[in-house]
T-cell receptor, first 113, second 109 residues
Framework: DTEVTQTPKHLVMGMTNKKSLKCEQH?????MYWYKQKAKKPPELMFV???????INESVPSRFSPECPNSSLLNLHLHALQPEDSALYLC????????????FGPGTRLTVT | GIQVEQSPPDLILQEGANSTLRCNFS?????LQWFHQNPWGQLINLFY???GTKQNGRLSATTVATERYSLLYISSSQTTDSGVYFC???????????FGKGTMLLVSP
C-alpha cells in the first residue's frame, strides 16, 4: 500500500481562525514532509520530520505549526493566516536515510479569506 | 548552486503522438523521481530512477547520471496524460528533493 491520506480536501478559513491539516501514512515510513504549492509553481518544502523529530524547518512563519504525534501521523496547525497563504498543501512520506522515494498525499486546497 | 531544469515548459500534443520530456541537473544525485500532477493536484509517482532505464506501460524513463540528465518518454499519448510533469532530484550532500519547474502537457483529442 503506497497511500498517503490527507484531510480535509478543501478548507476555507478566515484570518482569525485556527484550523489543522492532517496527514496519515501506513507504509512504515519514518520521514514525513509538508510542502506548499502555489498555482503554476513546483511544491516548496516547509517542514521535515525524521523519526518523529523536526529535522528541517525552511524558515516558515510561526503561524504554521507542525506536529508529529506518532510515526504515522503528521499535522499542520494553522493560526492567523494571511490571504497569501492560500495554496495547495501537500504531505509526503518516505523511508529514512540513504536513498529513498517520496510518496505524496492528494493535498488540502486552502483558501484564506 | 544546485539546479534542476526541465524542458520544454509547455507541450501540446494530439492524442496518439509521442513525446520526450527532459530534466537537466547540476550535480551528482542520490535520487531522481518523475511525477505527474493531475488537474486535481495529486502528485503521482511515475519513476524512481537515479540511474538507468525503466519502463511502465506507455511510459519509460532514462537517467544518465554521468551526463546529468534524465528523459521521460510518453508514447501513444492519451488525454488523461494531460497535467504537469515534475522532475525532482535529491542531490548528494542534501537530504531533500529539489523540484524542477515542470512541463505542462496538454493532450487534445
Amino acid at each position: 500500500d503506497t497511500e498517503v491520506t490527507q484531510t480535509p480536501k478543501h478548507l476555507v478559513m478566515g484570518m482569525t481562525n485556527k484550523k489543522s491539516l492532517k496527514c496519515e501514512q501506513h507504509m512504515g515510513h519514518r520521514a514525513m514532509y509538508w510542502y506548499k504549492q502555489k498555482a503554476k509553481k513546483p511544491p516548496e518544502l516547509m517542514f521535515v520530520y525524521s523519526y518523529e523529530k523536526l529535522s528541517i524547518n525552511e524558515s516558515v512563519p510561526s503561524r504554521f505549526s507542525p506536529e508529529c504525534p506518532n510515526s504515522s501521523l503528521l499535522n499542520l496547525h494553522l493560526h492567523a493566516l494571511q490571504p497569501e497563504d492560500s495554496a495547495l498543501y501537500l504531505c509526503a512520506s518516505s523511508s529514512p536515510g540513504g536513498t529513498y522515494e517520496q510518496y505524496f498525499g492528494p493535498g488540502t486546497r486552502l483558501t484564506v479569506t | 548552486g544546485i539546479q534542476v531544469e526541465q524542458s520544454p515548459p509547455d507541450l501540446i500534443l494530439q492524442e496518439g503522438a509521442n513525446s520526450t520530456l527532459r530534466c537537466n541537473f547540476s550535480d551528482s544525485v542520490n535520487n531522481l523521481q518523475w511525477f505527474h500532477q493531475n488537474p486535481w493536484g495529486q502528485l503521482i509517482n511515475l519513476f524512481y530512477i537515479p540511474s538507468g532505464t525503466k519502463q511502465n506501460g506507455r511510459l519509460s524513463a532514462t537517467t544518465v547520471a554521468t551526463e546529468r540528465y534524465s528523459l521521460l518518454y510518453i508514447s501513444s499519448s492519451q488525454t488523461t496524460d494531460s497535467g504537469v510533469y515534475f522532475c525532482a532530484v535529491e542531490f548528494q550532500g542534501y537530504s531533500t528533493l529539489t523540484f524542477g519547474k515542470g512541463t505542462m502537457l496538454l493532450v487534445s483529442p
